[in-house]
Each structure stands twice: as C-alpha cells, then as structure tokens.
Nanobody, 121 residues
Framework: QVQLVESGGGLVQPGGSLSLSCAAS????????MGWYRQAPGKERELVAS???????NYADSVKGRSAISRDNAKNTVYLQMNSLKPEDTAIYYC???????????????WGQGTQVTVSL
C-alpha cells in the first residue's frame, strides 16, 4: 500500500501564490507517476499536473505557465507551486500516485485525503 499526505492548502488572495506538498510512504518501488488533481464543487476531478519518475512533467492548459510540479525522489515528496492564482483555482487538491506513466485518473490507485485551496479576497 501507498499512503499520501498533502499539506500547504489555505486561503489565498487572487494573484497570490501557494505551494502544496505531498509526502508518500509505504511500498513505493512500483510508483511511476505522481500527480496533482483538483475537484471544485459540482465539478469532476481533473488533472492539474503530473510528473514521472524521470521528471517529465505535464500540465493542464488552465494552469500551464503559472504552475510548476517537482519531485524529490530521495524524500518521496512531490510539490506543486501555483502562481497568479485565480478564483477558479478554488478546489480541493488531491495528490495521487500511479504505477504507470499516466495522465488518466482511473490509472491512479493511490490518493491522498486532499487539501482545500481557496482563492478569494
């Protein structure tokens, strides 16, 4: 089993920045890609960014250019830096892990509990 614990959420003003962290533990030898997903009220959970073991990153168009995902394999931690935040970035952000180099939500068997990010004045 793999356990994922997110941290770093909170309330941010529009235009501000936020950094999220996800610490992974357990049987990590099979994990390939780590991802950040988000789910806003009334909407489906969507991929924000993902990063493979080798460091290949992928971003949703909605956050491209103002977000950066990174990974410290030695610390088993993945990070998401988000800048120029907008009210529409408000959501619960989930860390997820896959044994595949995948961007498909159903191919992520491991999920954290989520951390709330609210962008508001």
């Amino acid at each position: 089993q793999v356990q994922l614990v997110e941290s770093g959420g909170g309330l941010v003003q529009p235009g501000g920045s936020l950094s999220l962290s996800c610490a992974a533990s357990g049987n990590l030898f099979s994990i390939d890609t780590m991802g950040w997903y988000r789910q806003a009220p009334g909407k489906e959970r969507e991929l924000v960014a993902s990063i493979t073991t080798g460091g290949t990153a992928n971003y949703a168009d909605s956050v491209k250019g103002r977000s950066a995902i990174s990974r410290d394999n030695a610390k088993n931690t993945v990070y998401l830096q988000m800048n120029s935040l907008k009210p529409e970035d408000t959501a619960i952000y989930y860390c997820a892990a896959s044994t595949l180099p995948s961007r498909v939500k159903d191919e992520y068997p491991y999920w954290g509990q989520g951390t709330q990010v609210t962008v508001s004045l």
